[in-house]
């Protein structure tokens, strides 16, 4: 029998194997949601190294949202990450939601990521 944990393994390593096919060597826009914060990294997988990232833990955001748990804070996390994303060069990236269902703060941390100049 399988547990909650391990269906979510299978999910987010089966988008990953998706993704890798797809991706065409662009960087991977990856995201990791807690109860409380919600994380964001552009990674270069061929270099193995982090490109831009952001999270509602950052000092400049912390200030502008009351939690880090709502749609408004993760819109905020997805506009800094892109802003840090072009500043480094990148345009174009490839989205992994991992196990999380494109609803919710992931949609709006992808929305707003693509508002600020990457594209997905």
């Not at 890798?20 to 552009?42: D, E, H, M, T, W």
């Not at 990674?43 to 502008?64: E, V, W």
């Amino acid at each position: 029998m399988s547990t909650q944990k391990d269906l979510r393994e299978r999910r987010r390593q089966r988008l990953r194997f998706q993704l890798r096919l797809k991706s065409g060597g662009r960087p991977r826009l990856s995201v990791f949601r807690s109860g409380k914060n919600i994380y964001a990294q552009v990674i270069d997988d061929a270099a193995g190294r982090t490109l831009a990232a952001a999270s509602t833990l950052d000092k400049g955001l912390r200030s502008t949202i009351e939690g880090g748990t709502d749609v408004k804070a993760a819109g905020a996390v997805g506009k800094l990450l892109a802003e840090r994303a072009v500043a480094a060069g990148v345009s174009k990236v490839v989205f992994d939601r991992g196990a999380y269902l494109y609803h919710g703060r992931i949609k709006a941390l992808a929305e707003a990521a693509r508002e600020g100049g990457l594209s997905f």
